[in-house]
């Protein structure tokens, strides 16, 4: 029993995390109407600044912080030009096509991590960031500053989003296009502006993430990107693409699922049932338990 | 013939095999990744099954191709009609799920991989010989079949659903039997490419099977042109054998120029190099010259 206790603890803060990674994938579908498939990549880039301005600077976390924050938006609002020229020349918004676009995208980033960085070999970040040693030790059950961060940072940032989503005029511009881009460009909502600032938000939130896995895992690799890109699209088709509320659920579930399983299985027998499950539900609907928004 | 030619030949032939794989279940929008987890399953099948049952090469490449369908069949049943993200990330979780089965075997050699495999026909000339017929015969009749299948009535109902399924649904087109039929078509090539790959090299490793295949096929079918099956043809020998040219130092970054090749194609000639037009003028220019055959000397 303390081992499932400690593994929905560990469940809890991976779920926050990938609630966290489908709200900002599931913001560009709905709102730049793009299959960002390589934005976990991006976060693992993210990941890899942080890690450099780290080493830089002593191991500053404001600066470490600032920097996976501004790379990630940064590198966001640079695929925006290159996925609006899919879109025009098209003539016609193709989720497909721009996934395709995104897939090279991760293709470059996972190649220049695996080069460019540390000679390919995985990071590891300091003990600082994680926060050190466990807050509450009962037998095995252990609370790590890290979960405690990411399950903190989770709530208050999703809450934040919802927040701006439902109760705020860029929210409203944000869902509008979401409904009708035809309609919300009738009634004088702009498009471009409302796009990039989706860009921006996203890029944001991938920010957050970079940071909240850094913690939490304490290490990175080149290879971490597709893994976890293959399943915030498998959670985003799970929850019915584009469902926000859906995704939150979905989310949550699965890196409790994993973390659960991996308590019981070794090593990487247990990625391999979190992703049977995602294929045995995807294969059984493949439009998503709670509906598709696009 | 010299080595470095025979394995140009042999992999140019299984990039425009295993891309056509890709290409045609594309022609209705799917992007059926599953391709390369079938390489994968019936390549290792088939090696288990000379190496360990000593079954014949011939019988083990049916074995290869019977897997691949068997396989791509079964998951065809339930993402025939499904939406072209789902059929992605069905295709990338077989990929992983294959690879931790297969890494964690050790029957099939686990992360070590397979080596050993036997000479067809006992000889290496002959050996390579027989490769390179099977791999370029098998290149002829499947692309005479999909030249065929595209210009069918299959092959513009694929077109209609490659725009929109619902419109061709309502044309009485029934997308979830044209997609199972599609998605079979291309698991059954991938079978039997990697039972053929694994026979070039004479072992299997698991480093071949990895997401970068899924890049670089992709990058062979969408520089190319993914509205003809030439696009294929043309790109698989170029974009694989222009980084063979390269020094270590750059061909080491080969992914990222396959990438950054893709993302600019697509934003700025988004059909690929050789599009549908391009291949009508060049059937069209044929035609006449045959029209223009000088006249017969009989009376």
Same mark, same amino acid.
């Given at each position: 029993?303390?081992?499932?206790?400690?593994? +929905?603890?560990?469940?809890?803060?991976?779920? #926050?995390?990938? @609630?966290?990674?489908?709200?900002? &994938?599931?913001?560009?579908?709905?709102?730049?109407?793009?299959?960002?498939?390589?934005?976990?990549?991006?976060?693992?880039?993210?990941?890899?600044?942080?890690?450099?301005?780290?080493?830089?600077?002593?191991?500053?976390?404001?600066?470490?912080?600032?920097?996976?924050?501004?790379?990630?938006?940064?590198?966001?609002?640079?695929?925006?030009? @290159?996925?609006?020229?899919?879109?025009?020349?098209?003539?016609?918004?193709?989720?497909?096509?721009?996934?395709? +676009?995104?897939?090279?995208?991760?293709?470059?980033?996972?190649?220049?991590?695996?080069?460019? &960085?540390?000679?390919?070999?995985?990071?590891?970040?300091?003990?600082?960031?994680?926060?050190?040693?466990?807050?509450?030790?009962?037998?095995?059950?252990?609370?790590?500053?890290?979960?405690?961060?990411?399950?903190?940072?989770?709530?208050?940032?999703?809450?934040?989003?919802?927040?701006?989503?439902?109760?705020?005029?860029?929210?409203?511009? &944000?869902?509008?296009?979401?409904?009708?881009?035809?309609?919300?460009?009738?009634?004088?909502?702009?498009?471009?502006?409302?796009?990039?600032?989706?860009?921006?938000?996203?890029?944001?939130?991938?920010?957050?993430?970079?940071?909240?896995?850094?913690?939490?895992?304490?290490?990175? #690799?080149?290879?971490?990107?597709?893994?976890?890109?293959?399943?915030?699209?498998? +959670?985003?088709?799970?929850?019915?693409?584009?469902?926000?509320?859906?995704?939150?659920?979905?989310?949550? #579930?699965?890196?409790?699922?994993?973390?659960?399983?991996?308590?019981?299985?070794?090593?990487?027998?247990?990625?391999?049932?979190?992703?049977?499950?995602? @294929? +045995?539900?995807?294969?059984?609907?493949?439009?998503?338990?709670?509906?598709?928004?696009? | 013939?010299?080595?470095?030619?025979?394995?140009?030949?042999?992999?140019?032939?299984?990039? $425009?095999? !295993?891309?056509?794989?890709?290409?045609?279940?594309?022609?209705?929008?799917?992007?059926?990744?599953?391709?390369?987890?079938?390489?994968?399953?019936?390549?290792?099948?088939?090696?288990? !099954?000379?190496?360990?049952?000593?079954?014949?090469?011939?019988?083990?490449?049916?074995?290869?191709?019977?897997?691949?369908?068997?396989?791509?069949?079964?998951?065809?049943?339930?993402?025939?009609?499904?939406?072209?993200?789902?059929?992605?990330?069905?295709?990338?979780?077989?990929?992983? $799920?294959?690879?931790?089965?297969?890494?964690?075997?050790?029957?099939?050699?686990?992360?070590?991989?397979?080596?050993?495999?036997?000479?067809?026909?006992?000889?290496?000339?002959?050996?390579?010989?027989?490769?390179?017929? $099977?791999?370029?015969?098998?290149?002829?009749?499947?692309?005479?079949?999909?030249?065929?299948?595209?210009?069918?009535?299959?092959?513009?109902?694929?077109?209609?659903?490659?725009?929109?399924?619902?419109?061709?649904?309502?044309?009485?087109?029934?997308?979830?039997? !044209?997609?199972?039929?599609?998605?079979?078509?291309?698991?059954?090539?991938?079978?039997?490419?990697?039972?053929?790959?694994?026979?070039?090299?004479?072992?299997?490793?698991?480093?071949?099977?990895?997401?970068?295949?899924?890049?670089?096929? !992709?990058?062979? $079918?969408?520089?190319?042109?993914?509205?003809?099956?030439?696009?294929?043809?043309?790109?698989?020998?170029?974009?694989?054998?222009?980084?063979?040219?390269?020094?270590?130092?750059?061909?080491?970054?080969?992914?990222?120029?396959?990438?950054?090749?893709?993302?600019?194609?697509?934003?700025?000639?988004?059909?690929?190099?050789?599009?549908?037009?391009?291949?009508?003028?060049?059937?069209?220019?044929?035609?006449?010259?045959?029209?223009?055959?000088?006249?017969?000397?009989?009376?």
């Amino acid at each position: 029993m303390e081992v499932f206790i400690a593994q +929905v603890i560990n469940g809890i803060s991976l779920g #926050s995390i990938y @609630l966290l990674l489908v709200t900002g &994938f599931n913001l560009l579908l709905l709102v730049a109407m793009i299959i960002h498939f390589a934005y976990p990549q991006v976060v693992v880039l993210s990941m890899y600044i942080i890690w450099l301005v780290l080493g830089y600077t002593g191991n500053n976390l404001l600066l470490g912080t600032l920097a996976g924050v501004a790379s990630s938006i940064l590198l966001n609002l640079i695929s925006a030009p @290159l996925f609006q020229k899919v879109m025009e020349k098209r003539g016609e918004v193709d989720i497909n096509s721009t996934m395709v +676009v995104s897939m090279g995208m991760g293709m470059i980033i996972t190649d220049v991590l695996s080069h460019g &960085f540390n000679k390919g070999h995985p990071i590891a970040f300091p003990d600082t960031l994680a926060g050190g040693d466990a807050i509450v030790r009962i037998g095995l059950i252990s609370i790590l500053p890290g979960q405690v961060y990411a399950f903190g940072v989770g709530v208050v940032a999703v809450s934040a989003f919802f927040w701006l989503l439902y109760k705020t005029r860029p929210g409203r511009a &944000f869902r509008a296009i979401a409904e009708d881009p035809s309609g919300a460009r009738l009634v004088g909502i702009p498009l471009l502006k409302t796009g990039l600032q989706s860009y921006a938000l996203s890029g944001l939130l991938g920010g957050l993430i970079a940071l909240l896995l850094a913690a939490l895992l304490g290490s990175a #690799s080149s290879a971490l990107g597709e893994q976890v890109a293959i399943k915030v699209i498998a +959670v985003s088709i799970i929850a019915g693409l584009g469902n926000l509320v859906g995704g939150l659920v979905v989310g949550l #579930s699965l890196g409790i699922v994993e973390a659960v399983v991996q308590g019981y299985i070794s090593g990487t027998w247990s990625n391999v049932i979190a992703f049977v499950i995602m @294929l +045995v539900v995807i294969l059984a609907k493949p439009n998503g338990l709670f509906g598709l928004k696009i | 013939m010299p080595l470095p030619l025979y394995y140009f030949l042999s992999i140019t032939a299984v990039n $425009i095999l !295993m891309s056509w794989a890709l290409y045609v279940p594309y022609r209705m929008a799917h992007l059926h990744f599953l391709v390369v987890a079938n390489m994968a399953i019936s390549g290792y099948a088939a090696a288990y !099954m000379v190496l360990s049952l000593h079954l014949p090469f011939g019988l083990a490449l049916l074995a290869g191709f019977a897997i691949g369908a068997a396989v791509g069949f079964l998951v065809a049943l339930f993402i025939g009609d499904a939406p072209t993200f789902a059929v992605v990330i069905v295709g990338f979780t077989f990929i992983y $799920i294959a690879r931790t089965v297969i890494e964690n075997t050790e029957a099939v050699g686990g992360t070590m991989g397979l080596f050993g495999l036997p000479n067809i026909g006992g000889d290496p000339a002959v050996h390579r010989w027989t490769i390179l017929s $099977i791999l370029y015969g098998l290149v002829l009749l499947v692309g005479f079949l999909i030249h065929r299948f595209d210009h069918s009535q299959l092959g513009r109902a694929a077109s209609a659903a490659f725009i929109d399924k619902d419109l061709t649904t309502s044309l009485g087109i029934d997308i979830r039997k !044209m997609g199972i039929l599609l998605q079979t078509f291309s698991c059954t090539l991938a079978g039997g490419c990697g039972v053929l790959y694994g026979f070039i090299y004479k072992s299997f490793h698991l480093d071949y099977f990895t997401f970068h295949v899924v890049g670089i096929l !992709m990058t062979f $079918i969408f520089v190319g042109g993914y509205t003809t099956l030439w696009g294929a043809v043309l790109a698989a020998p170029v974009l694989y054998g222009v980084p063979l040219l390269f020094p270590p130092e750059i061909a080491s970054w080969r992914i990222v120029i396959y990438g950054a090749l893709l993302v600019l194609v697509l934003v700025l000639k988004p059909e690929g190099v050789i599009t549908t037009r391009f291949v009508y003028r060049v059937e069209a220019l044929l035609s006449r010259k045959g029209l223009k055959q000088p006249p017969s000397t009989n009376p």
